[in-house]
């Protein structure tokens, strides 16, 4: 007799989550290179791909954390996250105009940008595959939820840091 759940083969395990995750972090990326491809980016173009990509990282969050992993982990890996992306965002030279809210930014630290977006990416990837492949590869699901959460906070802070230093500094 079959047990629950087997029924399905190797499959069972992936889920609607995953395609939605998968869709998050692909729209990441598109945004992302979108980005890479314009002059200027406007205020609201700076949080696209970070949105995405945190949409992306808070689902594998819950997924790891839904199997017993610690929080401490991923709190740790959303604040060094958090702190290289703000710092990123206050060593980026930007130029922008005076009179409509967009930037221009340098093509490397747009490219960075996507590199980033590009991690998350295979990050979930990764969690598909191990999803599809059995409880063999929880410890490459567990850290590639870490690394999607640091390279998600790292964007995000990164958009942050660029909108705050539009509006004071400059």
């Known amino acids: 007799m079959q047990r629950p759940g087997k029924g399905l083969g190797l499959i069972h395990n992936l889920t609607l989550v995953h395609l939605l995750l998968a869709a998050a972090g692909a729209g990441s990326v598109y ?3 979108r980005e890479v491809r314009r002059r200027y980016v406007s205020q609201w173009r700076l949080f696209a791909p970070p949105a995405l990509a945190l949409v992306a990282a808070l689902g594998l969050i819950l997924i790891q954390l839904g199997q017993g992993v610690p929080g401490w ?3 740790t890996a959303l604040s060094v996250g ?3 992306g703000f710092a990123r965002g206050f060593t980026i030279r930007i130029q922008h105009d005076m009179y409509r809210p967009i930037l221009n930014i340098p093509h490397q630290a747009k490219l960075l940008l996507l590199g980033v977006s590009m991690a998350v990416a295979a990050a979930v990837g990764c969690e598909i595959v191990g999803a599809f492949m059995g409880d063999s590869f929880d410890q490459l699901r567990k850290w590639s939820a870490v690394v999607a959460s640091a390279c998600a ?3 995000l802070l990164r958009a942050v840091a660029l909108k705050i230093r539009l509006h004071t500094f400059t």
């Open 82 to 84: 958090a702190v290289l």
């Open 31 to 33: 945004l992302a290179l």
């Open 73 to 75: 982990l991923f709190g």
């Open 153 to 155: 906070a790292a964007m």
